[in-house]
C-alpha cells in the first residue's frame, strides 16, 4: 500500500516536472511564432491554430455562455424574489461571468474540443513516427507543434473569455426583459456598475492559465501515447479529463490567491 | 568479425561495443560496426534482433547504455546538442512508416528541411524539391497528399525528404517492407542510384535478404542483440554460422534447433 502510495507520488511528480520543462521550453519558443519578428511559417500555423481552437470554438461557447446566463439568472432570481430584490439579477450575473464563469466556461469548452484534438494529433505524430523524423531532422517538435499552438491559444482564449462574458450577461437580461419586462437602460447602467476592471483583468489572467493547461496537457498525453491506434484513443480521453480537472483546480489556486493578496475587487 | 576490407577507407558511421537494455532485457550486446564512405552496408536480422534500436543510435534519437557511436568523426553519445545538430544535417532518414506530414503535400514534405533549415529563396526551394522528387520518380505526384500515396510512393517521397539537404548519409528503415516484390525490387534499383547519382553512405536496416543482397556491399547480421556475420553478400551467403544458414536458408526456428548441437559445436571451435 504505502509503496503503491509512494509510486504514484513519484509517477505525479515526474508528470509536473516533465510538463514545467516542456512549459519553460516552449515559452522560450514563443517568440519564434510571432509575426514579423518570428519565423514566417510558425506564424502561419499559429494562425492556423487561432482558427483551430478559437474561432471554430465561437458557436460552442457563446451557446453554453448564454444557456447557463440564463440558468444563472433564474436560480438567482428564484432565490432573490422572495426579498423583492430580482433587479439584483443583474449585479449577480454580471460578477458572477466576468469573475469566474466566463473563463471556466471557455476553458472547459476548448478543453473539451482542443485537448482532444491536440492530443489526437500529436499522438499520430509519434505512432507515425513524425515526432523522430523531426528531430533527426534537427527540428524541435517544440517549436514546431507545441510554439504555434499555444500562441493560438494565448490569443484565442481571452476574446473567446470576453465573448462568453457579453453572451453570459446578455442571457441575463433575456431573463429579465421576460420576467420583470426590465429595460435596456436600466439593465446596462446596473450591469456596468457592478463590472469592475479589476475583476476583467484577473479574470483574464486567468483564461491565459487555462489556455497554458489545456495545450501542454493535450500535447503531454499526445506524446506519452505508445503502441497502437487505440492508444491513440486513450490518449485524448485523459487529455480531456486531464486538462479539465487541471483548470478546475487552477481556478481554485488562483481564485484564492487573488483574494488572499487582496487583487480582486471584493470586499 | 570477418570481412577487413577497407581499413584504409574512411568510417562514416562507426559502432564500438554498443550496448543497449531496456528494462532488464539487453537488446544490444557490445556491437560493433563500420560503414565506409560510399558503401551501402544492410543491417540484417529476424524481428526484435535490434536492428531498429542500432538505427535510432546512429541517428541520435537514443542514448546508449556503453559503447559509443560517432559519425562523420563526433561521437554522438557524448558530443553536444549544437555538435549533435551538426551532425543530423549529414544524415537523412527515411522511416519505417514513411513518416510523411499529413497536412503538407509531398512537395511540400520534401521541401521542408530545405524551408526549415537554409536561407534559400523559395522559387530555388522548389527547383531543389522538384530534383529530389524527379530523382526518386514522384514528380509527377508532387500535388498529391500522403493520403493519396500507395505504398511504394510515400516511401519514395520519405527518401525524397530525406535526401533534401544532400545528406553524406542516407539511413534506410526498412525500405521494402510490406511492398510487393516488384515494387521492392524498383526501391533497390533507386537506392542503387542515388548511391551512384549523389555518392552516398546507405545504412539499410531489412529483413528482406534477397534485397540486401542486390544492394549491399556489406551485409551485417544481427542476432539476439549481436552482430554475427559480417562482408560481402558472397562471403555472407558462405557463412557456416548455423544462423546466417538458418536466416539465408528461410529455415523456421524450429529446424534450428536441430542444428543447435552442431552451433555449440561450432562456437567451441570458434573460441579455441
Known amino acids: 500500500m504505502l509503496a503503491a502510495v509512494g509510486r504514484a507520488a513519484i509517477g505525479s511528480a515526474t508528470n509536473v516536472g516533465a510538463l514545467a520543462i516542456q512549459l519553460w521550453r516552449s515559452v522560450l519558443r514563443l517568440p519564434a511564432a510571432l509575426p514579423v519578428v518570428g519565423h514566417r511559417r510558425r506564424w502561419r500555423t499559429a494562425v492556423q491554430q487561432m482558427m483551430a481552437i478559437g474561432v471554430s470554438a465561437l458557436p460552442v461557447v457563446a451557446l453554453m455562455s448564454f444557456c447557463l446566463g440564463f440558468v444563472a439568472s433564474l436560480q438567482a432570481a428564484a432565490e432573490l424574489r422572495r426579498y423583492g430584490a430580482t433587479r439584483y439579477v443583474v449585479e449577480f450575473t454580471a460578477i458572477a461571468f466576468t469573475r469566474e464563469l466566463g473563463a471556466l466556461i471557455t476553458a472547459v469548452a476548448v478543453a473539451g474540443r482542443s485537448a482532444s484534438a491536440i492530443a489526437a494529433e500529436v499522438s499520430t505524430m509519434v505512432v507515425s513516427q513524425e515526432v523522430d523524423a523531426l528531430t533527426v531532422m534537427g527540428l524541435d517538435p517544440i517549436d514546431f507543434t507545441l510554439a504555434p499552438k499555444y500562441l493560438g491559444a494565448l490569443v484565442t482564449l481571452p476574446c473567446l473569455t470576453i465573448l462568453s462574458m457579453v453572451f453570459g450577461i446578455a442571457a441575463g437580461y433575456c431573463f429579465l426583459a421576460a420576467s420583470i419586462e426590465m429595460t435596456v437602460r436600466a439593465f446596462v447602467r446596473d450591469a456596468l456598475a457592478a463590472i469592475m476592471l479589476r475583476d476583467l483583468v484577473l479574470t483574464l489572467i486567468k483564461s491565459l492559465l487555462f489556455a497554458t493547461i489545456v495545450v501542454h496537457v493535450g500535447y503531454m498525453e499526445g506524446l506519452r501515447v505508445s503502441g497502437g491506434p487505440e492508444a491513440v484513443g486513450r490518449g485524448t480521453t485523459a487529455a480531456v479529463v486531464k486538462a479539465t480537472f487541471f483548470v478546475i483546480l487552477t481556478d481554485l489556486a488562483a481564485t484564492a490567491l487573488f483574494y488572499a493578496m487582496g487583487w480582486s475587487a471584493a470586499g | ?272
Open chain 2, 1 to 272: 568479425m570477418s570481412a577487413n576490407t577497407g581499413t584504409a577507407r574512411e568510417a562514416v558511421i562507426s559502432i564500438r561495443d554498443l550496448s543497449v537494455a531496456f528494462a532488464s532485457r539487453r537488446v544490444l550486446d557490445r556491437v560493433s560496426l563500420d560503414v565506409y564512405r560510399g558503401e551501402i552496408v544492410a543491417l540484417v536480422g529476424g524481428s526484435g534482433s535490434g536492428k531498429t534500436t542500432i538505427l535510432r543510435q546512429v541517428v541520435g534519437l537514443a542514448r546508449p547504455d556503453s559503447g559509443t557511436v560517432a559519425v562523420s568523426g563526433s561521437d554522438l553519445t557524448s558530443c553536444s546538442e549544437a555538435e549533435l545538430a551538426a551532425v543530423r544535417r549529414k544524415i537523412g532518414v527515411a522511416f519505417q512508416e514513411s513518416a510523411l506530414f499529413t497536412s503538407l503535400t509531398v512537395e511540400e514534405n520534401a521541401a521542408l528541411p530545405l524551408h526549415e533549415l537554409t536561407a534559400l529563396a523559395d522559387p530555388v526551394i522548389a527547383l531543389m524539391a522538384w530534383i529530389k522528387l524527379r530523382a526518386v520518380g514522384l514528380a509527377d505526384a508532387r500535388q498529391l497528399f500522403p493520403r493519396e500515396l500507395s505504398g511504394g510512393m510515400k516511401k519514395r517521397a520519405a527518401i525524397a525528404r530525406a535526401i533534401a539537404l544532400d545528406p553524406d548519409i542516407l539511413v534506410l528503415d526498412e525500405p521494402s517492407a510490406g511492398l510487393d516484390p516488384i515494387i521492392a525490387a524498383g526501391l533497390d534499383e533507386l537506392i542503387l542510384v542515388l548511391k551512384r547519382s549523389f555518392g552516398m553512405t546507405v545504412l539499410v536496416v531489412t529483413h528482406a535478404l534477397e534485397s540486401a543482397f542486390r544492394i549491399a556491399d556489406r551485409v551485417a547480421m544481427l542476432y539476439q542483440g549481436s552482430l554475427i556475420a559480417v562482408g560481402t553478400p558472397s562471403e555472407f551467403k558462405a557463412s557456416p554460422h548455423p544462423r546466417v544458414r538458418q536466416f539465408v536458408q528461410g529455415q523456421p526456428e524450429r529446424l534450428a534447433d536441430a542444428t543447435e548441437g552442431f552451433a555449440a559445436s561450432f562456437l567451441k571451435e570458434f573460441k579455441a
